[in-house]
């Protein structure tokens, strides 16, 4: 299994910027991808952006495109989500997550983090 962790979520005004972090702890030699996924009041958790952990291919959602950008750290076993030109949009609770192979195989997340986006 592996443990992850957000911070960075808050409250900052349209147009302005956060960045998130995903701390991942335990089986992560097994993680191949991990995601941002984002879920609104009333609305369905949906897939912001991905990164391939090797190789670090990535993945847009388009609404994020142009001004989100998602990273990692592979020594630090840690992804970032830098969100520019919030909108009001953009509130929701952010989730990272992983995804593993082998023996562990599947989907893990991580608490989630509040991002909310005053206009």
């Known amino acids: 299994q592996v443990q992850l962790v957000e911070s960075g979520g808050g409250l900052v005004q349209a147009g302005g910027s956060l960045r998130l972090s995903c701390a991942a702890s335990?089986?992560?030699?097994?993680?191949?991808?991990m995601d941002w996924f984002r879920q609104a009041p009333g609305k369905e958790r949906e897939l912001v952006a991905r990164?391939?952990?090797?190789?670090?291919?990535?993945y847009y959602a388009d609404s994020a495109k142009g001004r989100f950008t998602i990273s990692g750290d592979n020594a630090k076993n840690t992804m970032y989500l830098q969100m520019n030109s919030l909108k009001p949009e953009d509130t929701a609770v952010y989730y990272c997550?992983?995804?593993?192979?082998?023996?562990?195989?599947?989907?893990?997340w991580g608490q989630g983090t509040q991002v909310t986006v005053s206009s």
């Open positions: 997550a992983a995804d593993l192979g082998g023996i562990t195989r599947g989907r893990y």
């Open positions: 335990g089986r992560t030699e097994s993680m191949y991808a």
């Open positions: 990164i391939a952990w090797s190789g670090g291919n990535t």
